[in-house]
């Protein structure tokens, strides 16, 4: 399983960005994905998560993210999505890509820099 993730970059607060995570190696629409997030000094905590569940997509979030954050998937192009608007500088972190198969696998992280 590989998953690489991209999007990340330096936004103002109040600013919009995209995350964009592609997986390889895995039947992708089978999985449940999610996106992680690891602030500096901070432990990794869970962001949102999507799976599928007969016809329909269950999404979670944490709470500091719901409303701003919306999670999707594309399994066509086994491509997991995090939108996240209203940024804050709270929201800097590296953002990893996750899906649980039994383990835990992750991708490289991207960075997000919320900053004036």
């Known amino acids: 399983v590989q998953l690489q993730a991209s999007g990340g970059g330096l936004v103002q607060p109040g600013g919009s960005l995209k995350l964009s995570c592609t997986a390889s190696g895995m039947i992708f629409y089978l999985a449940p994905m999610a996106w992680y997030r690891q602030a500096p000094g901070k432990q990794r905590e869970l962001v949102a998560r999507?799976?599928?569940?007969?016809?329909?997509?269950?999404?979670t979030y944490a709470d500091s993210v719901k409303v701003r954050f919306t999670i999707s998937r594309d399994d066509s192009k086994n491509t997991v999505y995090l939108q996240m608007n209203g940024l804050k500088p709270d929201d800097t972190a590296i953002y990893y890509c996750?899906?649980?198969?039994?383990?835990?696998?992750w991708g490289p992280g991207t960075l997000v820099t919320v900053s004036s």
């Open positions: 999507i799976t599928h569940e007969g016809t329909q997509d269950i999404t």
């Open positions: 996750n899906t649980h198969l039994g383990i835990d696998y």
